[in-house]
């Protein structure tokens, strides 16, 4: 996937569950793609193979240059 947009879903569930979801969506995202999550919503402490970019006044994630190998890219 090129695009991942999730924006205020994660936030009802437990960590456990988020943990799965970006596993999850780390396999799919493609190398240079983009994770847009909602404003309240985050990787961090949750799953390290993402980075926070922030563009103009936001911000999205990508996967980081280590994760599955590829390295990621920053617009």
Known sequence: MDLIMIRNVMIYFDVPT???I?????RVLKPDGFLLLG????TL??????RRVE???TS????NGDS?????SVI
Request: glycine share 10%.
């Open 22 to 26: 970006l596993a999850r969506l780390a």
């Open 55 to 57: 563009f103009h006044k």
């Open 68 to 72: 599955r190998g590829h390295p990621g």
């Open 18 to 20: 988020k943990k799965d």
């Open 39 to 42: 404003g309240a919503e985050t």
């Open 45 to 50: 402490n949750l799953d390290d193979s993402y």
């Open 60 to 63: 999205f994630y990508q996967l």
